[in-house]
């Protein structure tokens, strides 16, 4: 069964940074581009970053290009996204799932809030 446990959010001032971690199970990670999604209250799921298999040339929304960096350990089955310079704006649910097609059990996301 595919599984995504995402962990790493909090709280954190403005300007601040964090790093997210995404454990993911059932199926073959090393084969798939990998990315991180967030949900806002009251908005849609948004892509935020994208890695390919090979960790090589990630891709990023506008909103979070310069900031955000992801990267992926795939003997650890592992996708991380390093958060910098984070804005209010920034608040959401992150949540991982493969990039193509994402499956439809997601994990439970992990919670970002930026706040003085």
């Known amino acids: 069964q595919v599984q995504f446990v995402e962990s790493g959010g909090g709280l954190v001032q403005p300007g601040g940074s964090l790093r997210l971690s995404c454990a993911a199970s059932?199926?073959?990670?090393?084969?798939?581009?990998m990315s991180w999604y967030r949900q806002a209250p009251g908005k849609e799921r948004e892509l935020v970053a994208t890695v390919p298999t090979t960790g090589r040339s990630a891709v990023y929304g506008d909103s979070v290009k310069d900031r955000f960096t992801i990267s992926r350990d795939n003997a650890k089955n592992t996708v991380y996204l390093q958060m910098n310079s984070l804005k209010p704006e920034d608040t959401a649910v992150y949540y991982c799932?493969?990039?193509?097609?994402?499956?439809?059990?997601w994990g439970q996301g992990t919670q970002v809030t930026v706040s003085s």
């Open positions: 059932g199926f073959n990670f090393g084969n798939h581009a």
């Open positions: 799932n493969r990039r193509f097609t994402p499956f439809s059990n």
